[in-house]
C-alpha cells in the first residue's frame, strides 16, 4: 500500500503547477516530444508527464535534468539567489541560538 505524502501549501502547489507548465510549453517551444525529452533526461514519460503537471513527489534531480536538456539549467542558480528575509535578521542583530555546553562523559560527586 502506498503512504500518502503530506499536501503542500497551495501556494507551493501552484507554484509547482506553473513550474510544470512552464517546462511543457519549453519543450513544445522546442518542438521536442515527450518520448526525446524524457530519453534525453533519463526519466520514464510518466515522471516527465508528473513533472510538466507539477507533481511534489518527483525528485528535484529530476526536474533538473529536464531543465538541462531544455537547456534552463542556469535559470537553477537564481533559486534562492536573494535571502531577504535572513539578511533582514543578520542587519537585525539577531544572535543565532546556542546550544548548551556538552557534558563530560564521567560526572563528578561532590562532597557534602
Known amino acids: 500500500m502506498k503512504t500518502r505524502q503530506p499536501s503542500l501549501f497551495p ?15 519549453a519543450r ?4 521536442f516530444s515527450a518520448e526525446t525529452v524524457a530519453k534525453r533526461a533519463g526519466v520514464s514519460r510518466m515522471t516527465l508527464y508528473r513533472i510538466e503537471t507539477g507533481d511534489q513527489v518527483v525528485a528535484l534531480g529530476s526536474y533538473a535534468r529536464v531543465l538541462a536538456v531544455l537547456q534552463l539549467d542556469p535559470d537553477l ?5 536573494d535571502d531577504a528575509l535572513g539578511r533582514r535578521l543578520q542587519d537585525l542583530g539577531i544572535p543565532p541560538r546556542r546550544r548548551a555546553p ?11
Not at 28 to 31: A, H, L, N, V
Not at 102 to 112: C, F, H
Open 11 to 25: 501556494t507551493l502547489e501552484r507554484r509547482l503547477t506553473a513550474l510544470g507548465e512552464r517546462l511543457r510549453l
Open 28 to 31: 513544445m517551444r522546442r518542438k
Open 77 to 81: 542558480e537564481k533559486l534562492a539567489l
Open 102 to 112: 556538552r557534558r563530560s562523559g564521567v560526572t563528578q560527586m561532590q562532597e557534602p
